[in-house]
Each structure stands twice: as C-alpha cells, then as structure tokens.
C-alpha cells in the first residue's frame, strides 16, 4: 500500500465531517460555485449588457469575440453546476493527501478535474456553433427544431440504463472506492487521478448537459435544474433510483413530444 494512500481500514467518512474536517477546501470550491451561478444569473436576468449579447450571438457567422463570450459561459456554466456535486470525491481525496502531508497534490488534483470540464465547454461551443448555423438552435441556444429536441430527450433518457452509465454514476458515489481501485503516488499521479475522476463524472452526465440545447443556456432555472439532477444521482441516498426514474422520464417526454408535435 503507498504512503498516505487510503487502506481497506479507513472509515469512509460522511459529508458532515469531511465539509468540517475541511472547511476552508469546503468553503473555497463551494465560494467558486457560487460566485459563477452568479455570474450566470447576471448574465440570464440582464441580457442587455455587452458580454450577454456577445454570448447570444444574432448571426450564424460568429466573431472572434462572440467564440470567446459563448466559451467563457459554458466554462463558467460547467463550473457552477458540476464543483458542488464534485465535492464528496474532492474532500475524501484532500483528506487522504493532507495524512501525507501533500498539499500540492490536492491542487493537483481538483486542476485535472476542472480540465476535463473546461474541455467539455469547449465542446460545447463548438456543438452550439454548428447547431446554430444548421437553424437547429436559436441564439440562445434553444432547441428551434422538434427531431432535436427529441433526439436529445431520447438521448439522454436511454443512456440513462447503459452499463457505461451505471458504472460512471456507481463510481463517482463511492468517493473512497475510487481511491482504492486508482491512486497513485506525487503530484503527477494526483493529476491522473483527477482527470480520470473527471472523466467517469463526464461520462455519467454528458448526455444530461445536453439537455441544455432544450432549455436554453440563459434559462436559469432549466440550468438549475440540470445541475439539482446531477447532484442527486451522484450524492443523495438511492440516487441510483432516481437516475432511473429520470431515464423513465425523459423517454415518456420524447415520446410525448414526438407524437405532440411530429418531425
């Protein structure tokens, strides 16, 4: 067993005395959570500013600026909806480091896992971009076309039972299991561990981010939405069961939209 590497023997600590054990990780990643939810309600409530009209870009041709301001909402919008949910697995790990005393490497760590998010964003951007120059989206991002939205809803409902999912959504509820089955030793082993942590997280909720081209991304509460569905699959008790009910659901829903309002 690697020093400082959690053991079959450790206790797996609850949310409550990890958010206490600590406070000052606990309060910085939830502070950075908080400060970008703001900055997207800024953006959803006043869309009149430069930035917001620069981020719903009018023409299907962007501009330089219109690719940045659409790259830095969705980075921002990724980080405010995924950092809290992130939070069990990010404070087990910061524990397991500080026993070592190995600050770096939960740095390390929490970087890795914020790359993998970042390159979603990026992702993102390029899906609006095409989606919008094809008609499929408006420049807010939302759905303009039936077969999309259905698709999308489908999407996201059937990959809700896929093995890929379940093994993502399994993993990502046992912050301690995964410690177990991954770690690996210094600063660059910690950046590794991140970014295949960020991967299994991205791997359980990419098909729920899509989501997005529903609502809109200057739908606030459809974006809360999105990120409350991600946070109970992954920290509530019986969250399994809720992911479930939620494959369930968004199938009854294309299904409903399919025959409401055809292709």
């Known amino acids: 067993m690697l020093q400082g590497s959690p053991s079959p023997a450790d206790p797996a600590p609850g949310p409550g005395p990890l ?20 900055f997207v309600a800024w953006l959803a409530i006043d869309m009149e500013t430069p930035l ?20 830095a909402m969705w980075c921002v919008m990724m980080v405010a909806m ?15 480091a500080r026993r070592n005393g190995e600050h770096g490497r939960a740095r390390a760590f929490v970087a890795a896992y914020g790359l993998v998010w970042l390159g979603f964003a990026t992702a993102g951007t390029v899906a609006q971009w095409l989606l ?21 809803l489908l999407l996201a409902g059937v990959y809700q039972f896929s093995p890929l999912k379940r093994a993502c959504l399994r ?18 082993g910690a950046f590794s561990m991140g970014l295949r942590h960020g991967m299994l997280c991205l791997g359980c909720c990419w098909a729920l981010m899509g989501l997005l081209f529903i609502g ?28 479930t009910a939620l494959g369930v659901g968004l199938i009854v829903a294309a299904t409903v939209k399919l025959i409401v309002g055809g292709i």
């Open 19 to 38: 958010m206490r054990a600590h406070r000052g990780t606990a309060l910085a990643l939830l502070g950075t959570s908080v400060a970008c939810w703001l």
């Open 52 to 71: 917001a009209q620069l981020a719903m870009p009018t023409s299907r041709a962007w501009t330089s600026a219109n690719l940045l301001a659409v790259w």
């Open 82 to 96: 995924m950092l809290p949910s992130a939070l069990p697995m990010v404070l087990t790990f910061v524990q397991v």
């Open 132 to 152: 919008q120059r094809s008609g499929l989206v408006d420049p807010m991002a939302v759905s303009r076309s039936t077969g999309l939205t259905v698709l999308l």
């Open 171 to 188: 993993s990502c509820r046992t912050p301690l299991g995964f410690l177990l089955g991954h770690w690996r030793p210094g600063v660059r």
């Open 216 to 243: 809109g991304m200057m739908n606030l509460s459809w974006v809360a939405a999105l990120a409350i569905a991600v946070a109970i699959e992954k920290l509530a008790p019986g969250g399994e069961r809720v992911a």
